[in-house]
């Protein structure tokens, strides 16, 4: 049973700093793909960030593009995205979800990962 855990959101003034967790457990050791999606209050879910398992590979949508980092720590089956300069635009629930059939980039475009967590709320505001 896949499970992933997000932790690490919750409320920064704009220009702050925030690093979220997605530590994910009870999938085979093989190619994958972890991603971050968000979803704000009365807008669809987007993209954005994906890394593959396999080289490393990231993908990041425009709008986050030199300000969001996502890394991996492969023993502790950790992704992290650090964010910085955060803006007001940047709240919504933050999840992170797990696919092993696609590409990190086609992840980012199309979503249709199987498992998910629960999300993390990131509020900025002053």
């Known amino acids: 049973q896949v499970q992933l855990v997000e932790s690490g959101g919750g409320l920064v003034q704009p220009g702050g700093s925030l690093r979220l967790s997605c530590a994910a457990s009870?999938?085979?050791?093989?190619?994958?793909?972890i991603g971050w999606f968000r979803q704000a209050p009365g807008k669809e879910r987007e993209g954005v960030s994906c890394i593959s398992s396999n080289d490393g590979s990231t993908y990041y949508r425009d709008s986050i593009k030199g300000r969001f980092t996502i890394s991996r720590d492969n023993a502790k089956n950790t992704v992290y995205l650090q964010m910085n300069s955060l803006k007001p635009e940047d709240t919504a629930v933050y999840s992170c979800a797990l696919g092993t059939s696609y590409s990190a980039g086609y992840y980012l475009k199309y979503g249709g990962m199987p498992y998910w967590g629960k999300g993390t709320l990131v509020t900025v505001s002053s």
């Open positions: 009870g999938f085979t050791k093989g190619y994958y793909v």
